[in-house]
C-alpha cells in the first residue's frame, strides 16, 4: 500500500534538502511543489492547513507537512513524511554539534548563503501573492488582510500575535449570513483519542523523571532534563524559531546549573551553563542557512549540552533534542486536526475560514515586509543590486516558469559562492 506513496515521499525528500529560509519560504515551496506541479492539495486545502498550524503550538511548517501526509496516505503516510522531513536538517545540526569543537569558529564563513535571505523573500512574496488571488474575494478579508499585515509587522516577534489575529479573523467574517455551507461540506472524520492522552501522558511522565532525577542525581540526569526541556518548548512554543530561540537561550545559556547538575570536571572549569552564548548563536545562525526546518536546532543544542560526558552521550543529547522538539508538534496536529475537520460542517467555523485565511495572507505580507528589513537593499552597492535582483528573480521564476524550487536554491548558492571567492572583482563586476 506504501509503495504508492514513493514518488510522493521522494517528493518530499527534495523538498527538506531545498527548502531555505525557514517557515517563512517553506510555505512558497509547497506551494509550488505539492500545490503546482504535483497537485497533493489544492489551494484552499494548503490555505487551511496552514490556518489551522498557526492556531497550535510547535513547528507550524512541520505540522502543515505532516498534514499534506496525512491527507494522502492517513497516519503512517504523516509519519513517514514528518520523518524525511526534520532527518536531513537535524543530522546537519547534530553534525555541526561535533564538528564546533575542533575549528575556530569565527573563522566560519557563511557566505555562500548570504543570497538564501533574500530568495526566502522571493518565495515568501510568490506565496503571498498566489494566496492573495484566491482569498481576497471582497472588501472586508481585504480589510482584515490589511489589518493583520499592520498588526504582525508591528509585533512580529510577540507569540500570541499569530492565534489572536486568527481568532478574530474567523469572529468578523461571521457577522455576515451570506455564505452557509451545505449539508456535505466535509465528510466528519472519525476523532481518535489516542494522540492527545499520549502527548498529556509524555508530558507528565518527563516532568517527573526530570525531576526525579535531579533530586537523586542520577548519573545520567542531564537526558532525562533535557527531554523534558525540548519536550515543554515543543509544547509550548507559539510563532515558530523566534520565539523558540529566546527560550532555549534562557534555558542553557542563562540560568546557571546547580552543583548536581555538573560533572566534576564543569564544577572544575566552573562552567555554569551548557553553552555559551557564542556557541548558542552559531547554531542559531546555521539553521538559517540550512534547508529544513529550524526547529532542528535542538539537535544541535542537545548534543553541545551533553558533549562534556562523550561522544555516545552527545549523539544522544542529539537524538532527544530531535525527539523532543518534533513528537509534540506530531501529537497535537494529528489529534486536532479531526477535531477541526468535523467541526468546518456548522457555519459559523465555515464562514470563520473566510476571516481566517485573509488573516493568514496578512501575516504572509507582514513577514515578507519584515524580512526585508534585514536584507541590504536601499544602499547604492553590488550587493544591494544583488539582493534586489534575487528577490525580483526568484519570484519571476516561481509565477511565470515550471523550474523547480531545488534549481532556484543551487542558483543562489552558487551565487554566494561567486561572491565569497571574489570572482565579481575579476569580472570587473
Known sequence: MMLRH???????FFHSISAFGGPQGHLGMMLKTFVDRRHDVTKSELMEYVSFCQLLPGASSTQTLTLIGYKRGGVPLAVLTLIIWILPASILMASLSFIIQYIDTKQMSLNIFRFIQPMAIGFLAFAAFKMYKHSIINLITYIIMLVSMVLTYILFKTPWVFPILIIAGGIVTNFS???????EVVKPKQIKWTNIWLFVLIFMIAGFLSETARTNEWKDRRAYNLFENFYRFGSL???????????MYDQYVIRDKKPNDLTTQEIREKKTNYLTKEEYLIGFGMVRAIPGPTFSVASYTGGMAMRSKGKDMQLLGCIIGMIGIFLPSALLVLFFYPVWHNLKKYVVVYRALEGINAVVVGIMWAATFYLLKAVTI?????????????????FSLLTFTKIRSTFIVAG???????????LLGVLGI
Open 237 to 247: 512554543v507559539f510563532g515558530g524559531g523566534d520565539v523558540l530561540m529566546p527560550m
Open 6 to 12: 514513493v514518488p510522493f515521499l521522494r517528493a518530499v
Open 378 to 394: 536601499s544602499n547604492l552597492e553590488t550587493v544591494s543590486f544583488v539582493n534586489i535582483a534575487v528577490i525580483l528573480g526568484t
Open 412 to 422: 543562489c548558492l552558487l551565487l554566494g559562492w561567486i561572491f565569497q571567492n571574489q
Open 177 to 183: 449570513r451570506k455564505r452557509i455551507p451545505t449539508k
